[in-house]
């Protein structure tokens, strides 16, 4: 069974930056997708960044290109999004996904099989 859980959400001023951590079991000789996901005040979960979990294959959203990476560290079995430059926009509930056996590739929720809980990122201008 395949479990996520993400740490390292918060607040900060426009401009700071934020590391955000995903802890993924489950997922050990499985092809599968890692993606970090958000969903902003009243407005539907969008797609941020992805990572081919095991490869270098990453994908981001235009508006988080240039700002945010995402990293992964095998041996830990840990996914990270550094973000920096953060903008009021940014705010919102983050989510670590999973897409195992999906099409994780298209950086779509609905290719996204296995979910953390979330955690809240403010941003404050």
């Known amino acids: 069974q395949v479990q996520l859980a993400e740490s390292g959400g918060g607040s900060a001023q426009a401009g700071g930056s934020l590391r955000l951590s995903c802890a993924a079991a489950g997922l050990r000789g499985r092809d599968s997708y890692m993606g970090w996901f958000r969903q902003p005040p009243g407005k539907e979960r969008e797609g941020v960044a992805l990572?081919?979990?095991?490869?270098?294959?990453?994908r981001y959203a235009d508006s988080v290109n240039g700002r945010f990476t995402i990293s992964q560290d095998n041996a830990k079995n840990m996914v990270y999004l550094q973000m920096n430059d953060l903008k009021p926009e940014d705010t919102g509930i983050y989510y670590c996904a999973a897409s195992v056996g999906g099409r994780g590739w298209l950086l779509s929720p609905l290719e996204y099989n296995y979910w953390g809980q979330g955690t809240q990122v403010t941003v404050s201008s």
């Open positions: 990572v081919h979990y095991g490869h270098t294959f990453t």
